[in-house]
Every structure is written in C-alpha cells, then in structure tokens.
C-alpha cells in the first residue's frame, strides 16, 4: 500500500519553481513543470484513516533534478529510500531488507509518474479546478482523466508562488498529506545523488 502512496505522491513533484504570486494558482501550476531544473526540501508527511485522524506522519528530505532524477529519503520513524534515474524507480525498505525496482512509466500510477518528466501536458491528463484556501495554502485539484489510475485525486498546495504542500486520495479510501519547508530552488545537485546501488545482502525485484 506504501509504495502505491509514494508512488503517487512522489512523482508529482515535477511542478516545483518560482512564480508570480498574483497570478491565479491554476497558471501558477502550469509554470510550475516548467520552471525548476533542481529542488531540495525537507518534508513532513501524514497519513490519515478512513475517519480521518492521523494515523502516521514520517520525516525526510527530498531533491529533484529535471528531467527525470529525484530522490526522497525517509528518516523517521522507518529508513526507506526512493530514488528515480534513468527511466527507473528504486524503492528501498532498511527493515525489510528489500529493494522493488520498477519502471517509470504509465505502470506507477499512470499520469503522476510522468508528471516528473515534464513531458506530460496536465491539461490532457488531469482535470484541473481551484480549491479555494487553507493551512494558508491556495489548493488546486487535479482529477485524473484516467479511470484507472489507482488514485481520485491530488490536490497542490502553492504558499506564495511556491510550493507549499501535496494531499493524495487513493482508491482504497487513505489520505495522505506532505508538507514542504527549507525549500531551495535550483541548487547545484551532484548527480551521484541520483545513483542507487542496493546494499549488499537485500533482495532485489524488478518488474
């Protein structure tokens, strides 16, 4: 279930950059995919239950470098590591002592896989409405045009131009929610970053 989640909520975030605050945040979305070469961030993310109360909230860092290359690595309460290059995903569990590679494409959650790319028009793929404000956020739904996609919907949360917090609902009813801060824009990113080699003793699947 995690990994459909993460799946999800991760590669959603080729939308990162700077903008114009008065612009409407629809418009502030779409320059989004174009903006930002490279981002880094910390990141508080919580999953809700079906009644809506917190059920978990986890810790850790995120960087992006366009096209294609991220990497986010949880660090409380569970190690995991997730990292994307070369046309694939690597998801690593420290406890389970396991890495799942798959490929970054239509296969991991359909259109938000792509979104990272930035070769994905969200016009075609999403339907996009405002959402009004909240937690001082302006918050945009994107609807997936897919029915198949394995999600509702994702809303983007923008905090003056910039990126301020994603929500995901899935089809299994489970509410997760990611808050961004310290966020840098466009930072010099070794590309060794991107680079995952599984530790030695994991298994390794690959689909």
């Given amino acids: 279930m995690i990994k459909k989640i993460v799946s999800s909520l991760i590669l959603t975030i080729g939308m990162l950059g700077s903008v114009r605050a008065e612009e409407a945040p629809i418009h502030q979305l779409k320059a989004f995919l174009k903006a930002s070469a490279s981002l ?86 999403f339907v996009l409405e405002e959402q009004g404000s909240d937690d001082d956020l302006n918050w945009i739904k994107l609807s997936p045009k897919n029915e198949e996609s394995g999600f509702k919907y994702i809303l983007i949360g923008l905090n003056n131009g910039q990126l301020g917090g994603m929500e995901l609902s899935d089809n299994f009813g489970q509410l997760t929610r990611i808050y961004f801060s310290n966020i840098k824009l466009n930072p010099a990113l070794q590309d060794s970053l991107f680079n995952f080699k599984p530790p030695k003793g994991v298994d390794v699947f690959e689909n």
């Fill in 40 to 125: 880094s961030a910390e990141f508080k993310q919580v999953s809700y239950n079906k009644a809506g109360q917190a059920a978990q909230a986890s810790f850790g860092e995120f960087y992006l470098s366009r096209p294609g290359k991220f990497r986010w690595n949880y660090q409380k309460p569970f190690t995991q590591e997730i990292v994307s290059n070369a046309g694939k995903v690597w998801f690593y569990d420290a406890d389970l002592e396991q890495v799942t590679v798959k490929q970054l494409d239509d296969s991991l959650g359909s259109t938000p896989a792509l979104l990272l790319t930035g070769q994905v028009d969200i016009d075609e793929k």
